[in-house]
């Protein structure tokens, strides 16, 4: 794809759904990996040693992870210019609002879909320096993340929960459109299609949601510990 090409609608709208559904894959691979958790202390423990050593003696230690967030983090600036562009320009297409305009038709998600992107941005950063780095842990003990998990998510700290949960709701929302969004941009056009990907995009939704939420609520009421 030509640099004009990603310039052009078409191309920032294709460049926001691949972008996107890379950074999907990857929820739904670090969320396979949270729920380890439930499976005990020494296996948590040991999975995140295992990504660490991922690809080696190829690879140096912690090299698939740099890879990793490589990748990611070109995915997301991507994903957050191909929006940001889309939207101003839609804005200037339309350069003076209308005293009476009909509602525009779509659910919450759609008409929240900027801001809600704004709160994953942040929540993404909260997260890194808490459970990633450790910095914002109570424990921050990189060689235990179980640990950190635990120590994060106790009761007393229900407003890290409460957090939690609403940032997790933002993205469960933004991927609900935003999957749609992407099928639709990709060519799916159909009636039958898009009833199809309306039902793909909410199960990938909830099922994100519920995989996610599931810790930390475990966590609180001692079912992890």
């Not at 640099?3 to 972008?19: D, E, F, H, I, P």
């Not at 490589?70 to 350069?95: G, K, Q």
């Not at 900027?114 to 808490?130: N, P, T």
Request: proline share 4%.
């Amino acid at each position: 794809m030509t640099a004009r090409a990603v310039r052009s609608t078409v191309g920032q709208k294709a460049l926001m759904a691949v972008s996107g559904v890379l950074l999907v894959l990857f929820l739904v691979a670090h969320m396979v990996g949270n729920l380890k958790v439930f499976v005990g202390a020494a296996s948590f423990d040991h999975y995140a040693h295992w990504l660490r050593t991922l690809g080696a003696p190829l690879l140096p230690g912690s090299g698939y992870l740099w890879i990793q967030r490589t990748v990611l983090t070109a995915a997301l600036v991507a994903h957050v210019w191909a929006a940001t562009s889309l939207a101003l320009r839609a804005r200037a297409a339309r350069p003076v609002r209308y005293a009476h305009r009909r509602p525009v038709r779509g659910g919450y998600a759609a008409r929240t879909m900027r801001w809600g992107g704004v709160i994953i941005l942040l929540f993404a950063v909260y997260h890194v320096l808490d459970l990633t780095t450790g910095h914002l842990n109570p424990v921050g003990d990189r060689a235990h993340p179980y640990g950190n998990v635990v120590a994060d998510f106790a009761p007393q700290r229900w407003y890290v929960t409460l957090f939690y949960t609403l940032a997790v709701l933002a993205v469960g929302l933004h991927v609900r459109h935003g999957v749609f969004s992407a099928v639709r941009t990709l060519g799916q056009r159909t009636a039958a299609g898009e009833r199809r990907a309306r039902v793909a995009a909410l199960a990938v939704s909830v099922g994100l949601c519920a995989g996610y939420l599931s810790v930390p609520f475990a966590v609180t009421v001692g079912l992890v510990g």
